[in-house]
């Protein structure tokens, strides 16, 4: 089966053709240069480029596919959550299309595409070694959630932030540096070669049965810190320090928090998708000390927000005999407790 995913929630605007696990095509415009001068996405401005963008992606992603509208099975678009204008640019295209092409209609939640990630290949890549359970840390500019995904369709949320999200905790740490947008990135870059232990900032560990995050104390910490302690120059080695010291903090966190959910749930796997599973750090500190649990992190560009993830999950739910019917609408706020299979 074709399916044409549709994922607008954010500030991606993506469309992918998935057959099975196999990526077809998967077209993803960003928007960085919209968002830099604010180093935040501004959810107006995002809507407006949703709308300038998604007929040439769809159409891009259907081309290099190779298959044509008509050869559709179905088209899967993420409803939520999510910025509500993106959400209502990629849901009326995708109504549109099913509409005139006479396909089934299935509106997915944007975590459950997440989970896919690791379950997607290339053509020529073996099937991926994979299955559920698992655990997943789903860390982006708009979300840091912990959730335990029995089976397709049964998720338990573990844990998440309960105010900024890992990537905005990122983003904002590195305005304060005076780094460009998107922060993670760049504090990445300038932690190369910075002493991570040079600067001890607080790790919010909260209760220790709760997989919660928070990361608002670091970044006031942050704050205080550059008060007390101006950075002389850029790029200098105190400059590196305190960027790696910044980076430490929010990584060991993620890791901790992430390998203690698995044990305390008896998962052996750890999924880590979101912008943020890009960061090196993240990913060596994992495996330092993921011990024997075995750590997923799928390429970049299925990490970050994409459509084939949104065309796996709607196939899935197709086999299961879903799908929606017109009066489907957007959810910006949908707790995944409320998903079923
Ligand atoms: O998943 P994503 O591309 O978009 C959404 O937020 O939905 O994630 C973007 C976030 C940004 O906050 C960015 O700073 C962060 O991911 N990010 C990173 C890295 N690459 C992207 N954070 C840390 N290290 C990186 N290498
Ligand atoms: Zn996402």
Known sequence: MNILGIETSCDETSAAVVAGGVVCSNVV???????????????ELASRAHIRHISAVVSAALHQ?????QQLDGIAVTVGPGLIGGLLVGLTVAKGMALALAKPLIGIHHMEGHLMSPFLRTQDEPIPDCDFPFVALLVSGGHTLLLHAERFGLYHLLGQTRDDA????????ARMLGLAYPGGPAIAALAQGGDPQAVRFPRAWLERDRFDFSFSGLKTALRT????????AEESQVHRDVAASYQEALVEVLVVKALAACRAVGCQR?????????????RTVLAQRAGQIQVWVPPLSLCTDNGAMIALAGWHRLLLGQRSDWSLNVRPRWPVAELYA
């Open 29 to 43: 415009q960003g928007q960085v240069e919209c968002h830099a001068e604010y180093g935040g996405v501004v959810p």
């Open 65 to 69: 596919s190779n298959r044509t509208a």
């Open 166 to 173: 890992a990537g905005e905790a990122f983003d904002k740490g």
């Open 225 to 232: 810190h550059l008060l007390t302690h101006p950075l002389a």
């Open 270 to 282: 750890l999924l880590v998708a979101g912008g943020v599973g890009a960061n090196q750090r993240l």
